[in-house]
């Protein structure tokens, strides 16, 4: 992907990927690009955000507590400050926080469709008008949800389809099931993109958006070849399977007496056990199960991905009870 005007049949191939992606996501003539994944396509967004107001001196954005530590990043190298509003209980961003946060140098607003470590969705239509009342941009970080929500039974409204969103991060590379480096960037106004755009005197084409130089192909082909071969019902199916197997987790814990910090929303649980720290590592020195932590509460990650099946879930429940209730 490093000279399209070259290699026009690999150019073509992401057009027909971004069409895809954007019809899953409410918006089939969306514009954007493969990139090479969640981070890039967080800091391309909030670059635009900031090339659309170049005059603010001092911009800064807010984006919620639970924000992916790509946002970090962002704000390293922009100088961008990124103003982090506090959650709900529920671990939603709290909207009233968002609304305090906003001044005149504000140049854009950030939601989570599908936080990193609790699976949570923000209140995405209350945002958008936020968004819409202060004529700002509001990017949706799906990176990880955009592959997930579409394709669950509850319905949740996180895309282009909410007026407010003007660009979404979704994530080929996740729950896309597509090949590592695939990430997607779709903007709703081809002004954004235009905002991306450098000039390339030596190639072919006369301008470049994307964040890396030469890119490779490879993430335009394999996110081509499994989203014509899974298509919507393959997806639905996947989706499914991880969910039933989430709900499984989340029984057989709550048998054993641990809940979970929410109801989860997606495949990702966060079970609330006492010193997750020292659980943490019993589940590994015993039994060799990796299990992450959350922070903020700190609690037992676990992300249930297509590869797991009920004969595991059943195995980690039963050593998750030997380490929490028989010691
Ligand atoms: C995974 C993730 C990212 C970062 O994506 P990478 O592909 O690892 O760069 C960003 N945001 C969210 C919500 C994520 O889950």
Redesign the pocket.
């Known amino acids: 992907m490093g000279d399209p005007g070259l290699f026009q049949g690999t150019f073509e191939l992401e057009e027909q990927v971004m069409e895809m992606l954007g019809a899953m996501l409410h918006l089939p003539y969306a514009c954007g690009y493969i990139s090479?994944?969640?981070?890039?396509?967080?800091i391309q967004a909030v670059r635009a955000m900031r090339n659309r107001n170049r005059s603010i001196i001092h911009p800064n954005i807010v984006v919620p507590d639970s924000?992916?530590?790509?946002?970090d990043k962002v704000g390293d190298l922009s100088g961008i400050d990124i103003r982090r509003a506090t959650l709900s209980d529920n671990l939603q961003v709290d909207t009233d926080a968002v609304n305090s946060l906003i001044d005149t140098n504000t140049v854009g607003l950030v939601g989570?469709?599908?936080?990193?470590e609790f699976g949570q969705v923000d209140p995405l239509e209350t945002l958008s008008d936020i968004a819409i009342e202060n004529g700002l941009p509001f990017h949706v970080?799906?990176?990880?949800?955009g592959f997930v929500l579409p394709f669950l039974k509850n319905k949740y409204k996180f895309d282009f389809e909410i007026a407010g969103v003007s660009s979404v991060?979704i994530?080929p590379?996740?729950m896309g099931l597509s090949t590592?480096?695939s990430?997607g960037l779709l903007f709703r106004h081809s002004l954004d993109l235009d905002n991306l755009a450098v000039k390339t005197p030596y190639l072919t084409i006369s301008s470049q958006y994307s964040l890396t130089g030469t890119r490779s192909g490879a993430a335009v082909v394999s996110t081509y070849a499994v989203m014509r071969h899974l298509g919507r019902k393959g997806y639905g199916t996947i989706v499914q399977r991880c969910m039933d197997m989430t709900d499984r987790l989340v029984a057989g814990a709550r048998n054993i007496g641990i809940q979970p910090v929410i109801e989860p929303v997606m495949n990702i649980v966060a079970l609330d056990v006492e010193s997750p720290t020292e659980i943490q590592s019993r589940l590994y020195e015993d039994f060799g199960w990796r299990v992450s932590l959350t922070r903020n509460p700190q609690a037992l990650r676990l992300v249930i991905m297509p590869h797991l099946d009920n004969e595991i879930i059943d195995m980690f429940l039963a050593n998750l009870d030997t380490v929490v209730n028989r010691s």
Do not use: L, V
């Not at 924000?67 to 946002?71: D, R």
């Open positions: 090479t994944g969640g981070t890039e396509s967080n924000a992916h530590f790509s946002f989570i469709a599908g936080t990193t970080d799906a990176a990880f949800g991060t994530d590379h996740k590592i480096p990430g």
